[in-house]
């Protein structure tokens, strides 16, 4: 199969959906999976009667296994290919789901909760590199906003597969491991279109945290207001005297913003000479919205209007910071800048709920809305303070 055709720049011409295909239904499978797997491993330690501390202990085994996988992907990537990794990866992913079936002993949910999301961030890592990589750079945020909207479809449907599967018996375990294996088909057609590393990223991998700052402190918020925020919010919404359909409702509404928002927002990027302005201007509605919870809490159509347009530029975070990275570099520096990039969600998905359920615990239930704002305003202050302290480029 050929590859994308180049301009003289090395710069991708048109959008070459071989590629994109097989990158995204990867990861779209990747994600159904989750989105199953998360809710049944919960409800299963619970009726086996493991204190809720010890769960949460067990979950948080997902960030620290992506902030060791990060580093580690590039180097995979470029001794083994990109496909072949990503093969192998969702091999693991696949052994790993279906273990925690045949795994009694609690400890050992441990190490298979470790490869099971260490196989899956380097998904994520090589299929955002091969996407970036494949797509042109005028139409890359229409790209990744495709990319956005396809993985939050699949996050929604893991949960309603396991609302029909249940928690009882093998066949989740079997449907969740065979819907990661339905993942190496579109990676297996388009080995030979993946992105080709014949040379290793010139910089340590901590470098390029700080190479391009403005993507990489977007998702370090991103990961921390958006996992802080699910795990908590309906906490924050049951002390605030809202029943649970209710808030559950709100939290639907959220995600519909998030789905409904991707692709504009990554067409309106692709107009953008500089997407910075844009990943500010998000943060700061994201900081407005924040500080707005606790006075319309009481009104809970006023609460959906501000949670709908707030889902929206909290994943645009995601996706725009994701195009700006791939709009700065190519080649090994960008699967290297993209490990970064995953390394510091994974970063601010462990910080986010620690911060959050500490500031409630301290200030009452407010804590919720003046931590997510911090988190906004810790953004705001980054980019700020990077527009004045370097020069744009064009």
């Given at each position: 199969?050929?590859?994308?055709?180049?301009?003289?720049?090395?710069?991708?011409?048109?959008?070459?959906?071989?590629?994109?295909?097989?990158?995204?239904?990867?990861i779209?499978?990747?994600?159904?999976?989750?989105?199953?797997?998360?809710?049944?491993?919960?409800?299963?330690?619970?009726?086996?009667?493991?204190?809720?501390?010890?769960?949460?202990?067990?979950?948080?085994?997902?960030g620290?296994?992506?902030?060791?996988?990060?580093?580690?992907?590039?180097?995979?990537?470029?001794?083994?290919?990109?496909?072949?990794?990503?093969?192998?990866?969702?091999?693991?992913?696949?052994?790993?789901?279906?273990?925690?079936?045949?795994?009694?002993?609690?400890?050992?949910?441990?190490?298979?909760?470790?490869?099971?999301?260490?196989?899956?961030?380097?998904?994520f890592?090589?299929?955002?590199?091969?996407?970036?990589?494949?797509?042109?750079?005028?139409?890359?945020?229409?790209?990744?906003?495709?990319?956005?909207?396809?993985?939050?479809?699949?996050?929604?449907?893991g949960?309603?597969?396991?609302?029909?599967?249940?928690?009882?018996?093998?066949?989740?375990?079997?449907?969740?491991?065979?819907?990661?294996?339905?993942?190496?088909?579109?990676?297996?057609?388009?080995?030979?279109?993946?992105?080709?590393?014949?040379?290793?990223?010139?910089?340590?991998?901590?470098?390029?945290?700080?190479?391009?700052?403005?993507?990489?402190?977007?998702?370090?918020?991103?990961?921390?207001?958006?996992?802080?925020g699910?795990?908590?919010?309906?906490?924050?919404?049951?002390r605030?005297?809202?029943?649970?359909?209710?808030?559950?409702?709100?939290?639907?509404?959220?995600?519909?913003?998030?789905?409904?928002?991707?692709?504009?927002?990554?067409?309106?990027?692709?107009?953008?000479?500089?997407?910075?302005?844009?990943?500010?201007?998000?943060?700061?509605?994201?900081?407005?919205?924040?500080?707005?919870?606790?006075?319309?809490?009481?009104?809970?159509?006023?609460?959906?209007?501000?949670?709908?347009?707030?889902?929206?530029?909290?994943?645009?975070?995601?996706?725009?910071?994701?195009?700006?990275?791939?709009?700065?570099l190519?080649?090994?520096?960008?699967?290297?800048?993209?490990?970064?990039?995953?390394?510091?969600?994974?970063?601010?998905?462990?910080?986010?709920p620690?911060?959050?359920?500490?500031?409630?615990?301290?200030?009452?239930?407010?804590?919720?809305?003046?931590?997510?704002?911090?988190?906004?305003?810790?953004?705001?202050?980054v980019s700020?303070?990077?527009?004045?302290?370097?020069?744009?480029?064009?």
């Amino acid at each position: 199969m050929s590859q994308p055709t180049t301009d003289a720049n090395g710069h991708v011409e048109e959008i070459h959906w071989p590629s994109l295909i097989a990158a995204i239904s990867a990861i779209s499978a990747v994600g159904i999976a989750i989105g199953l797997g998360l809710p049944l491993l919960s409800i299963i330690l619970e009726k086996r009667g493991i204190p809720s501390t010890l769960i949460g202990l067990n979950a948080a085994m997902a960030g620290i296994a992506s902030m060791v996988a990060a580093p580690i992907t590039t180097k995979l990537a470029h001794d083994h290919g990109v496909a072949k990794t990503m093969m192998l990866a969702v091999v693991l992913a696949a052994l790993s789901a279906l273990g925690f079936y045949y795994a009694e002993a609690f400890w050992m949910w441990f190490p298979l909760r470790f490869a099971f999301h260490g196989a899956t961030t380097t998904l994520f890592i090589l299929s955002e590199f091969w996407i970036n990589d494949a797509a042109p750079p005028r139409r890359r945020g229409l790209v990744l906003g495709i990319y956005a909207t396809v993985l939050a479809i699949g996050f929604a449907v893991g949960p309603l597969l396991f609302s029909l599967l249940g928690s009882e018996g093998i066949l989740p375990f079997l449907v969740g491991a065979g819907v990661i294996l339905l993942a190496i088909i579109p990676i297996f057609i388009a080995r030979h279109e993946s992105p080709v590393l014949d040379t290793k990223p010139e910089r340590h991998f901590l470098h390029y945290i700080f190479l391009v700052p403005t993507a990489t402190a977007a998702v370090f918020a991103f990961g921390a207001v958006s996992a802080g925020g699910l795990s908590l919010f309906p906490i924050y919404a049951l002390r605030s005297a809202l029943s649970e359909s209710h808030a559950a409702l709100l939290l639907t509404v959220m995600g519909v913003g998030n789905m409904a928002f991707q692709i504009p927002l990554g067409m309106y990027s692709d107009r953008l000479r500089d997407r910075r302005p844009l990943l500010t201007a998000m943060a700061v509605l994201g900081l407005v919205g924040s500080l707005a919870l606790p006075f319309l809490i009481e009104n809970w159509l006023l609460m959906a209007v501000v949670l709908f347009f707030w889902g929206g530029c909290v994943s645009g975070l995601y996706t725009v910071g994701l195009a700006h990275l791939g709009s700065r570099l190519t080649g090994p520096d960008l699967v290297a800048a993209n490990a970064a990039f995953i390394f510091c969600y994974a970063v601010g998905t462990v910080a986010g709920p620690q911060a959050i359920g500490a500031a409630i615990d301290v200030t009452g239930k407010d804590g919720f809305a003046w931590t997510l704002a911090a988190f906004f305003g810790f953004y705001v202050l980054v980019s700020v303070g990077r527009a004045f302290l370097r020069p744009k480029r064009s």
